[in-house]
């Protein structure tokens, strides 16, 4: 009951604490729509909430909500106040049914990307708000995700019951671990493109520890009372597990050295004071620009997004092309044109089992996508991004 005054004073005393004394940077709250709760509808100006936002120990601290509990109107996504970060499930969601192929995802997917504009109002939250999530502490880890179609729950002990069933996973041929070199090369391409897609998109990344590892809980979604190898860290990488880890290495790089990829400032949003953005752009495979006819198309799985601007502190320029092909088949793209002296860089393609393996290639016009892959360009003589 946190609208007690009691409650209220125990949540304070023991966050200036941990501010303090032990020095965190912030707090992470599950079930945070109970601390908005005046004692039972929520309220993002809640008396505990508005204690928060004015303590001089802990307005500098970082929230990060989880926002939503399991009383009345417990979903309360996008409602906090523009002082907290939350975890978006929706992003969860609609990334992992465009990669699995779903059809009619790719507008949400493009949303999603972009940084939930229609759930974080840009101009009234700053787009970092959306804390970006493919897996999490509860739910499946990434190897399991491309690994397992349903949960395996049972040596929890309650019959499978437990733990989340919308999962909107894949196992791709074979109900967990296989020898089968297809599956298992399909599976690391649907990690490589899930894991991209979380980094490049705006809000905040949350990657799960582990994800980077390919650790399995051999299909266990609610692992949190297995103590022994199911919930524990293997340390040991093969190959293939030591080339997602550089993989990973590698496309967080990409995204800290860019100041377009990291965080988007546009024209507009009023929440900032500077702009990084000249223009936005999608596009079909042939080149041509996307209307809303393309966007609610039910085989729309492939598209591209260009993204030009520059850095208001540098003035260093960037010019982004991405191409995002969910489905199983080649397609071609049609690059915008580039002058003489100009060619697209390819910086990552996700087909590739390894970065090692990456060509190093300059693209004029032409480019073809495997299926389920992203590709991420960047236009030349315009201050590479390395």
């Known amino acids: 009951n946190t609208a007690s005054p009691c409650m209220m004073q125990l949540i304070m005393d023991a966050m200036r604490y941990w501010t303090e004394t032990i020095g965190v940077d912030g707090f992470r709250f599950d079930l945070a729509v109970s601390l908005g709760r005046s004692p039972q509808v929520f309220s993002a ?26 009383g009345p109107d417990g979903y309360q996504l996008g409602q906090f106040g523009s002082e907290w970060l939350e975890v978006n499930d929706k992003f969860r969601d609609t990334v992992r049914a465009f990669w699995r192929g779903d059809e009619g995802t790719a507008p949400d997917f493009a949303t999603r990307l972009m940084g939930s504009d229609d759930v974080f109002t840009r101009g009234i939250r700053p787009i970092y708000t959306s804390v970006n999530n493919i897996t999490y502490h509860d739910g499946f880890c990434l190897q399991d995700l491309v690994g397992y179609a349903k949960r395996h729950n049972e040596a929890n002990g309650e019959g499978n019951r437990d733990g989340h069933g919308h999962n909107l996973s894949a196992n791709y041929g074979v109900e967990g671990e296989t020898n089968d070199e297809h599956i298992i090369a399909i599976r690391e391409q649907q990690k490589r493109n899930l894991f991209a897609t979380l980094i490049f998109s705006q809000g905040t990344p949350h990657v799960l520890g582990g994800d980077e590892l390919s650790r399995t809980q051999q299909g266990n979604n609610n692992a949190y009372c297995q103590d022994n190898e199911i919930n524990w860290y293997d340390w040991s990488l093969n190959k293939r597990k030591q080339d997602f880890l550089e993989f990973c290495q590698y496309v967080i790089a990409l995204r800290q050295n860019s100041d377009l990829l990291s965080h988007l400032l546009m024209a507009g949003d009023d929440w900032q004071n500077q702009v990084n953005v000249k223009r936005i752009t999608w596009f079909v495979p042939d080149g041509s620009e996307k209307e809303i006819a393309h966007w609610h198309a039910s085989d729309n799985r492939s598209f591209a997004l260009e993204i030009v601007g520059k850095a208001p502190t540098s003035g260093h320029a960037e010019h982004w092309y991405m191409c995002f092909n969910a489905d199983k088949d080649t397609v071609r793209f049609t690059l915008p044109n580039c002058s003489q002296h100009r060619g697209w ?27 389920r892959s992203v590709a991420l360009f960047h236009a030349e003589g315009r201050g590479s991004v390395s």
Request: with cysteine; aromatic share 6%; net charge neutral.
């Open 45 to 70: 100006h809640s008396a505990l909430l508005q204690a928060m936002r004015q303590d001089p120990v802990l307005k500098t601290a970082v929230l990060i909500a989880e926002p939503w509990d399991i």
């Open 345 to 371: 860089r390819l910086k990552l393609d996700t087909h590739y089992s390894s970065v090692r393996e990456q060509p190093e290639l300059c693209v004029q016009k032409i480019y073809s996508a495997a299926g």
